[in-house]
């Protein structure tokens, strides 16, 4: 009684594609598309940028550590 069958789920296509037609769900799957796409664009700029940071993060604990070594030689 609880589980919807095919027909359950024909019938409520059937009214969602009435209710909005088709050419609103392509246009909503469209939007959806292209922000996906964005979001990935966002998190491979993200990576990018990350990666950069961690390079000037590396260097200067490098830098400081040597410094550190010199002081103590010194």
């Given at each position: 009684m609880g589980a919807m069958?095919?027909?359950h789920w024909i019938i409520l296509l059937l009214i969602v594609v009435l209710l909005f037609g088709r050419g609103k769900i392509s246009e909503?799957?469209?939007d959806?598309?292209?922000?996906i796409k964005s979001f990935k664009k966002g998190m491979?700029?993200?990576d990018a940028a990350g990666d950069s940071q961690r390079s000037i993060d590396?260097?200067?604990?490098?830098?400081?550590?040597k410094s550190s070594e010199q002081s103590k030689i010194g």
């Open positions: 069958s095919i027909w909503v799957m469209t959806v598309a292209k922000g491979a700029e993200d590396h260097r200067s604990s490098v830098e400081a550590s």
